[in-house]
């Protein structure tokens, strides 16, 4: 008989300790040991901080680990579990999926016990961590090929006080956009796993482009941010700068009006920046045809007076792909 997924020591110890979060082998891989750190002091609130759901992601493991060195001497009290790698195999070929099985960890929540790599990690860390927290911050990044601004994201959802609570804590990163996101593929997303047992989940976004110092430190500062309003460590909540600017604003999208699609495969050379706003009509980027030097280019213009929170900064689209992710000031 195969053991189930368990920890390797008690989350209830007071303190610090740390250990791991096995998920049991299966018949296509061996088991997985993932690291699991744990602060607690006590009563208070219980938060789950993760990173490296997504392998191509890394910003969210290297906070996680920086949280590691200064936390336990900041918290004054209650409970934080520290998940910096979600997905070692995914993290391991820094793919976005898991490269055992193809799946993508953050579209089978709540996952299966006999599925396979993908879906017993997820089915390990909703039996055996979701539930010692309230709070989770999920540490993603969105990659080199937009550019996104740092930002707390969040899905509608359907219970308006969990809404508003919601809402309320992805402010309190004071990053540069906090957004909700109508996305159109929830089904299996670690926050809708979160929200059925009533949970505050907020997915933090790291800008897009590569790995910076500047970047890391704005992603570290929002999330100190969020521990400060928690009442999980003391000081006081300050806006980070990011191009300049001191200031964060609340955007929401809706489906499928704010997902400005590329009408043809080409290269796409954007013509403004991410939180620019824009009037309807403007060109906001060019997609040049590579099929023929002969072939037009075409002007990509705002369907709608938007805020334009990202746009793609690199890459070839093809039909159908998203060139930008327009938003509108949330109606409170
Ligand atoms: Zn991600």
Same mark, same amino acid.
């Given at each position: 008989m195969s053991e189930g997924p368990h920890l390797t020591f008690d989350l209830d110890q007071p303190g610090i300790s740390q250990g791991h979060l096995v998920v049991p082998k299966g018949a296509d891989c061996e088991a997985l040991s993932l690291s699991v750190f744990s602060l607690n002091k006590g009563a208070g609130p219980r938060l789950l901080i993760t990173g490296g +759901?997504?392998? &191509?992601?890394l910003e969210g493991p290297i906070v996680a680990r920086r949280l590691v060195e200064w936390l336990p001497e900041a918290q004054t009290c209650g409970r934080i579990i520290i998940v #910096? !790698? /979600? &997905?070692p195999p995914a993290v391991q070929a820094f793919t976005?999926? @898991? %490269? $055992?099985?193809? /799946? &993508?960890l953050n579209r089978v929540f709540p996952g299966r016990a006999n599925g396979s790599v993908t879906e017993r990690i997820a089915d390990a860390i909703s039996r055996l /961590? /979701? %539930?010692?927290?309230d709070t989770v911050f999920d540490l993603h990044s969105f990659g080199p090929t937009w550019d996104f601004p740092p930002s707390t994201t969040t899905h509608p959802i359907a219970d308006q006080d969990l809404m508003a609570k919601t809402i309320k804590m992805a402010e309190a990163f004071k990053l540069p956009m906090t957004l909700v996101w109508d996305h159109p593929d929830t089904p299996g997303m670690f926050d809708i796993s979160a929200h059925n047992q009533g949970k505050v989940f907020v997915c933090a976004e790291l800008g897009g482009g590569t790995i910076g110092a500047e970047n890391l430190a704005i992603y570290e500062a929002g999330v100190r941010n969020a521990l400060i309003a928690l009442g999980l460590i003391e000081g006081k909540a300050e806006c980070p700068i990011f191009r300049q600017r001191k200031s964060s604003q609340t955007l929401q999208t809706r489906r499928p009006a704010d997902e400005l699609a590329s009408p043809a495969r080409g290269i796409f050379e954007p013509r403004c920046s991410m939180l620019d706003e824009v009037k309807q009509g403007d060109l906001i980027g060019i997609l040049h045809p590579m099929d023929s030097s002969s072939a037009a280019s075409t002007d990509i213009r705002l369907?709608? @007076? #938007? $805020? !334009? +929170?990202g746009i793609r900064s690199g890459g070839y689209v093809e039909v159908n792909e998203w060139l930008a992710l327009l938003a509108r000031s949330l109606a409170h």
């Open positions: +759901c997504h392998g &191509n992601e #910096s !790698v /979600l &997905n976005r999926n @898991t %490269p $055992i099985d193809g /799946l &993508n /961590l /979701l %539930p010692m927290a369907p709608s @007076t #938007s $805020i !334009v +929170c």
